[in-house]
């Protein structure tokens, strides 16, 4: 059993830049691929950004490529999204998840991020 816990979510400029953390209970985290997703008022969920386990691979969507960097500390048991340059479009709830194989298994319960001109 594995528990996400997000924050570092807040109120920021457009231009600015936020850390967002994801930290984890449970002894095998560091077996887990985590990826940062978020929803914005009225949209789907969209994939944001992965990791894999041990910090090997990681991957963006286009929107926040070249802005964002995430990364992990297993020693920790914690995942950080780097948010660099927001954009107002970045405004939405961020939710980190985790996953063993092909699907996410575990999902934290949200931090809210917004961004103003």
């Known amino acids: 059993q594995v528990q996400l816990v997000e924050s570092g979510g807040g109120l920021v400029q457009a231009g600015g830049s936020l850390r967002l953390s994801c930290a984890a209970s449970?002894?095998?985290?560091?077996?887990?691929?985590v990826g940062w997703f978020r929803q914005a008022p009225g949209k789907e969920r969209e994939f944001v950004a992965f990791i894999s386990w041990n910090g090997g691979s990681t991957s963006y969507s286009d929107s926040v490529k070249g802005r964002f960097t995430i990364s992990r500390d297993n020693a920790k048991n914690t995942v950080y999204l780097q948010m660099n340059s927001l954009k107002l479009e970045d405004t939405a709830v961020y939710y980190c998840?985790?996953?063993?194989?092909?699907?996410?298994?575990?999902w934290g319960q949200g931090t809210q991020v917004t961004v103003s001109s």
């Open positions: 998840a985790a996953r063993r194989r092909v699907d996410y298994d575990y």
């Open positions: 449970g002894r095998t985290f560091s077996r887990y691929a």
